[in-house]
């Protein structure tokens, strides 16, 4: 929570000198990487500079591309859309440019709309930039008081700062509650400072600005491939009945327990997407029937971090979740489903990442995506367009095998 403020309350700004950055030690060298806490000898190569990332992962032909548009981004102080699919690897494609603007002594602020990607990003950075102090905010965060080159937060946290930023990277800019907040939009730009870089990133950028790319008048950079080279599993579309009037007499309708018994059976994690947090409360006892282990999950959950932790680490064997974990949340080997896909809490939008859970690790590249419905509907049938044009273009490109 933001907390409360009044009118009275007073408010602090920073008006000193820079916050300095602690000594750049990572030395690269061809082939190798020598973190050193001493000056380097003068026998060393001469070819050599100064790096904050310790990450040794290699880029794919995409990711490569879209790193180089990020990097420039940050060289020229200007906006770029990163349109990648599901699973591309964002996350990697910003290392290089995070690290330029480091090295630069510019300060970066990562901003997600869910609290669930902030628990996600922050370890990840961490790890790769273990020099520097990464601060991650967040309703609750013990971080919030805390200065840091690289701020990963919520878009709430940001009407916190004013003129901050000299980087400024919005994750999943399409996402609820950030696209249609007008003042979470207006907090992004209050946090940035008068020149900055702004980086977006998506799957499913809007109608707006998918037009605005199509016709030139918006950079941007797109991958329509995830790294590990797999096409993006295409979901199936089941006709499973009335479900609301099934769960209404207290039973599960016999498709969507077929396919849940499957997953029991076989010992395979699943998530299962319902429109409503009230249908969810009269399922879960239903489907604990057929496993005790089984867990939902909502906004509102006060174990909402516990049971997403639980998860990651497959102590459940399928969690009953609304939209909450469409985005932003990676569980290496499952099989999703939707029931009730054509509700209009499941847009296209909403439909195509819920797909992107799935396939999302190279040493498990494929799944199941099922959409149950009692009736098709327009963004049911533009999600899966939308998943096969991606197929098509990476196919089309030489970025999937």
């Known amino acids: 929570m933001m907390g ?41 190569p001469t070819k050599l500079h100064h790096s904050y990332l ?47 603007a480091l090295l630069a002594r510019e300060r970066i602020c990562i901003a997600t709309p869910r609290t669930d990607v902030v628990l996600e990003l922050a370890p990840r ?70 020149e900055t870089a702004c980086l977006f990133l998506t799957a499913t950028p809007n109608e707006k600005w998918q037009a605005e790319c199509k016709y030139g008048k918006r950079n941007y950079v797109k991958i329509p491939a995830r790294y590990h080279r797999r096409p993006l599993p295409v979901p199936a579309f089941k006709w499973c009945g009335d479900w609301k009037k099934q769960f209404g007499k207290g039973r599960i309708p016999k498709m969507v327990e077929a396919w849940v018994k499957e997953r029991l059976n076989s010992d395979k994690q699943a998530l299962l997407f319902l429109p409503h947090i009230e249908l969810m409360e009269k399922a879960l006892p239903l489907f604990r029937k057929l496993h005790l282990g089984i867990e939902s999950v909502h906004a509102e959950d006060p174990f909402r971090k516990e049971k997403v932790e639980k998860m990651r680490q497959k102590k459940l064997p399928l969690l009953l979740t609304t939209t909450i974990l469409e985005r932003g949340v990676t569980f290496p080997n499952i099989d999703v489903a939707v029931i009730g896909a054509e509700d209009d809490i499941f847009t296209e939008a909403a439909l195509v990442q819920i797909a992107g859970r799935v396939g999302r690790s190279s040493e498990f590249p494929t799944g ?3 959409f149950f419905h009692h009736g098709r509907t327009k963004a049911m049938i533009k999600a899966l367009i939308h998943i096969d044009n991606m197929n098509k273009e990476a196919l089309r490109k030489g970025l999937i095998d």
């Open 4 to 44: 409360r403020v009044s009118s009275c309350t007073s408010l602090y700004t920073w008006c000193g000198p820079p916050v300095g950055y602690p000594p750049k030690t990572t030395i690269k060298v061809p082939r190798q990487k020598i973190i050193r806490k001493l000056p380097p000898p003068t026998n060393l």
């Open 125 to 194: 950075f961490r790890k790769v930039f273990p020099q520097l102090k990464v601060s991650a905010l967040y309703g609750g965060s013990e971080d919030r008081h805390e200065y840091a080159p690289l701020t990963i937060s919520t878009t709430h946290q940001l009407m916190r700062f004013e003129k901050a930023f000299d980087v400024m990277i919005v994750d999943e800019v399409d996402a609820f509650p950030f696209s249609y907040d007008d003042s979470l939009q207006w907090a992004v730009k209050k946090s940035t400072k008068h």
């Open 54 to 100: 310790t990450w040794e992962g290699e880029l794919s032909p995409g990711q490569k591309l879209a790193s180089q548009a990020a990097i420039e981004a940050v060289n020229t102080k200007t906006d770029i859309l990163i349109w990648a699919v599901c699973g591309a690897g964002k996350t990697e494609v910003l290392f290089e440019a995070i690290d330029k």
């Open 368 to 370: 199941d995506i099922t």
